[in-house]
């Protein structure tokens, strides 16, 4: 079964309106009159993604801007496997024909920091138990599954707009099998558990979510993908200590790890100057 992507046939909504999106799985498209795909994103919930999108400063002062969407059928889903497999699949097909001039551009007033010091959050990707990490091929914005008692971090992680860092485990086999490329890089470490940075964001809201047996699904936005090269974290000042004190307790806050500077300057974050 063939889903169509041609923004012409598409549903479409006032974005004022986008309240009223169907809580389903699917694609959207923003744009106006002029410049009708100006944005392309995906989401297993249309309505919980626009409650707080991490661009919705930038869809509201587009002058008349619409949200056109393309629901999930029952019939499609029943013909697919893996949901999030399937959207970065569809997304990745609309972007490469439409080519939107807002995806892979900066957001705007990105979240900075005057010191690395607070909440700095942690989630593990098991490459043996979750094979190959979609994040990799996220085109804008991120994503991470947890379940309902992490849910106080991530409130915590929204409301003071703090960082989360993805971080990949995993034996040079684990990696091998889930079809990582780029193995060349791990060689070095083959007899080791492999730890690769995946990415960073900000997270800005979740929903509930049955994905790989969690409860919820957090959306961030701000993300940085680090892949090709890879950026392992084995070999780098002070993360054994950081490693046997954090990477065993799933989602967390490791702001008391001296290694937290580590994960700012790896992952790029812009700071501040003190006032």
Avoid: W
């Amino acid at each position: 079964m063939k889903l169509h992507l041609n923004y012409k046939t598409m549903p479409v909504l006032p974005y004022i309106q986008r309240k009223e999106l169907p809580a389903k799985p699917g694609i959207y498209y923003i744009g106006n009159s002029s410049s009708p795909v100006m944005y392309i994103g995906l989401s297993r919930n249309l309505k919980s993604r626009h409650i707080n999108h991490h661009r919705q400063g930038q869809f509201e002062v587009m002058e008349n801007a619409v949200i056109r969407y393309r629901v999930l059928t029952e019939d499609f889903l029943a013909t697919i496997s893996d949901l999030t497999k399937t959207l970065i699949k569809l997304e990745k097909q609309a972007i490469d024909h439409y080519k939107p001039p807002i995806n892979n551009t900066p957001v705007p007033n990105q979240a900075k920091f005057t010191t690395v010091h607070g909440p700095t959050y942690i989630q593990i990707h098991k490459a043996k138990e979750a094979g190959y990490c979609t994040h990799f091929e996220a085109r804008d914005g991120d994503e991470l599954t947890i379940n309902s008692s992490r849910l106080p971090l991530i409130s915590r992680a929204i409301e003071e707009q703090r960082p989360i860092f993805l971080i990949a485990s995993g034996a040079y086999k684990d990696y091998e099998i889930a079809g990582y490329p780029h193995l060349s890089e791990l060689l070095p470490y083959k007899k080791d558990r492999v730890y690769l940075l995946i990415s960073r964001f900000i997270p800005y809201g979740y929903e509930e979510s049955d994905c790989f047996g969690y409860d919820y699904v957090v959306y961030g936005g701000n993300s940085k993908i680090f892949f090709n090269p890879y950026i392992i974290l084995n070999s780098r000042p002070g993360f054994n200590e950081f490693k046997s004190s954090y990477l065993k307790l799933g989602f967390t806050n490791c702001e008391r790890s001296p290694f937290v500077s580590e994960l700012f300057r790896l992952g790029d974050f812009q700071l501040l100057a003190p006032a």
